[in-house]
C-alpha cells in the first residue's frame, strides 16, 4: 500500500514569509510525528499526534511553528515569519497506535531553505 | 533531556569491508532501533530489538541491544556501494515518555 507522503518535495521562500507542509500518513496510522532534519544532524523531534488526544507539542522550537491534524488524517506543519534558521528538511513519519516500541514509517521528507 | 551518542560520526571504507557503529546512552531505553536513510529520501527501518542481550541480523546486518539497555550496536558486512547512506539509532520508550530519541547518525561512504 502507499506509505507516508509529503508535500511540497521542497520549498524555497524568502524571510519572513509563512509556509504550510503537508503529511499524508499512512491509512489506518493514528500516530503521526514531525521531525526537523537541518544539514548533516539527526532527527529532531517536533510534535507528535495520537489519535484524538491533544497533541504533544514539547519538540516545537518557538511558538512560529504550529500543526493541525485534521479528521485524524493528514497534517499541516505551518511556520509563521520564517527565519533562515528554519532552513532543514522537515520528515513527518506515522505509525499504527503509537506506543514508543512501534515502528515509524518516514515520509521522504520536505526541503525547505529559506533565502 | 535525553540523548544518545551515536559514533563514529561518518566512515569511509572500502567497498568489502565490515562497519561497527554503536550508540550509547546515559537513560535506558526498552527498544532500539536502528534506521538508514538514502540520500534524499526519509529513514528507513531496518532492525529493531525489544529485549536487553537480544541480537538479531537481517541479511548482511546484525545488531544487538546491549544488556544495560543503554547500548546497541550495529554491523555491516561485506559492505557494498548501495550501503552509502546515514544510519541513525533510535531508542524508547522508557519512563520519560514515549517518544523515539534518535542519535545524531553515522554517515557511511562505501569505495568502489
Known amino acids: 500500500g502507499a506509505g507516508v507522503s509529503q508535500s511540497p518535495s521542497n520549498k524555497v521562500t524568502e524571510k519572513g514569509k509563512d509556509v504550510e507542509l503537508r503529511c499524508d500518513p499512512i491509512?489506518?496510522?493514528?500516530?503521526l510525528y514531525w521531525y526537523r532534519q537541518s544539514l548533516g544532524q539527526g532527527l529532531e523531534f517536533l510534535i507528535y499526534?495520537?489519535?484524538?488526544?491533544?497533541?504533544?507539542k514539547s519538540g516545537l522550537p518557538s511558538d512560529r511553528f504550529s500543526a493541525e491534524r485534521t479528521g485524524g488524517s493528514v497534517s499541516t506543519l505551518t511556520i509563521q515569519r520564517t527565519q533562515q534558521e528554519d532552513s532543514a528538511v522537515y520528515l513527518c513519519a506515522s505509525s499504527l497506535s503509537g506506543g514508543g516500541w512501534e515502528t515509524q514509517y518516514f515520509g521522504p521528507g520536505t526541503r525547505l531553505l529559506v533565502l | 533531556g535525553q540523548q544518545l551518542n551515536q559514533s563514529p560520526q561518518s566512515m569511509f571504507i572500502q567497498e568489502g569491508e565490515d562497519v561497527s557503529m554503536n550508540c550509547t546512552s546515559s537513560?535506558?531505553?526498552?527498544?532500539w532501533l536502528w534506521y538508514k536513510q538514502d540520500p534524499g529520501e526519509g529513514p528507513v527501518l531496518l532492525i529493531a530489538l525489544y529485549k536487553a542481550g537480544e541480537l538479531t541480523s537481517n541479511g548482511r546486518l546484525t545488531a544487538q541491544f546491549g544488556i544495560t539497555r543503554k547500548d546497541s550496536f550495529l554491523n555491516i558486512s561485506a559492505s557494498i556501494p548501495s550501503d552509502v547512506g546515514i544510519y541513525f539509532c533510535a531508542g524508547g520508550p522508557n519512563n520519560a515518555g514515549n517518544m523515539l530519541t534518535f542519535g545524531g547518525g553515522t554517515r557511511l561512504m562505501v569505495k568502489p
Open positions: 537513560s535506558i531505553f526498552n527498544t
Open positions: 491509512s489506518g496510522h493514528t500516530a
Open positions: 499526534f495520537q489519535g484524538n488526544s491533544a497533541p504533544d
